[in-house]
């Protein structure tokens, strides 16, 4: 299987998966219960452009508002993550407007965004392509949602010139993604930060910094993200370079092996899950006889 939604199967059924290029010290397999095969898609991944996307001019307006953007679905707008939002609110100097993009209406969700971030946000409703991406083109940064991050939508705010500051927690394979599509723009460090606090340290530090917020926009325009993304678009030749056929290969050839390795774990594991489940029952015993004991005390101190 392919990680169209970036989560373990966790199926019998399921025994590869194939999947973008871990940098070093990122363990996925963690994550899996099928095996992860050691051939990954790696920056030749291509993407595949929204069919009503046709490049337009971006304006910005000029009245001293930074305008943030939340371009994920509501399920990744966490509560933490609505309260990173109001930190930021209360610790910057300028104005801020945090844009959300919805997928559908949600009355209540938005009735708590103007409580909790003080009229500070501005919700976009469901849109057409273009329409979205036209909205979304007025924002001067965006911050990934954690720990689920983005995919599709780092390609719009690429196309668009727009910065995002994005930050994993390691926490699965989703908390991965934001890194896995925006590491073809070869993103600096600050936006890349280690921890939350970091997080909210670089974000403080590229609101109140337009000059270093434009030439981020720049280069990110300068790399020319389209070609990036869907290279297969203007290099025929780029869907060549994708690896399932090897993944197939190395499949077919270390599966014996690998199905041996896994037999041979599977009985030490039903081995130590056996003597635990004995350790238990021993516990469970113990604890029984103490709980019969704390009885016969308790009635013969109710009997005195």
Not at 69 to 93: D, G, Y
Not at 136 to 149: E, H, K, M, R, Y
Not at 217 to 238: C, M
Request: hydrophobic share 35%; with cysteine.
């Amino acid at each position: 299987m392919c990680y169209g939604h970036p989560a373990s199967a966790f199926s019998p059924y399921i025994d590869y998966s194939y999947c973008s290029e871990p940098r070093p010290g990122w363990d996925f397999q963690q994550f899996c219960t099928e095996k992860i095969v050691p051939i990954y898609q790696g920056r030749e991944f291509v993407w595949e452009p929204h069919p009503e996307y046709e490049p337009f001019d971006i304006e910005k307006p000029n009245d001293g508002v930074v305008r943030i953007a939340i371009n994920s679905s509501l399920p990744k707008i966490t509560p933490r993550f609505i309260q990173m939002c109001k930190v930021l609110l209360e610790h910057s100097s300028v104005p801020i407007e945090f844009n959300f993009f919805l997928v559908s209406h949600d009355i209540a969700f938005e009735k708590s965004l103007k409580i909790t971030l003080s009229g500070a946000a501005k919700v976009h409703p469901p849109a057409n392509y273009m329409t979205y991406m036209k909205n979304l083109s007025v924002c001067d940064l965006a911050i990934g949602t954690f720990p689920f991050g983005g995919s599709n939508t780092n390609t719009d705010i690429a196309l668009l010139g727009i910065p995002k500051v994005f930050y994993s927690e390691g926490c699965g394979l989703a908390s991965y993604s934001d890194q896995t599509a925006l590491e073809k723009l070869n993103p600096p460090d600050i936006l890349m930060p280690k921890t939350e606090g970091e997080l909210l340290a670089n974000l403080i530090y590229l609101i109140h910094d337009d000059n270093l917020r434009n030439e981020l926009s720049r280069q990110i325009i300068e790399s020319d993200p389209y070609k990036l993304f869907y290279t297969h678009k203007v290099d025929i030749k780029a869907e060549d370079s994708c690896k399932l056929v090897n993944v197939i290969h190395w499949i077919e050839e270390n599966h014996d092996s690998f199905t041996r390795s896994t037999d041979l774990e599977n009985n030490h594991y039903e081995t130590d899950k056996s003597s635990n489940n004995n350790r238990q029952q021993e516990k469970k015993e113990s604890i029984d006889l103490g709980d019969k004991l704390s009885k016969l005390i308790l009635d013969k101190v109710q009997r005195s």
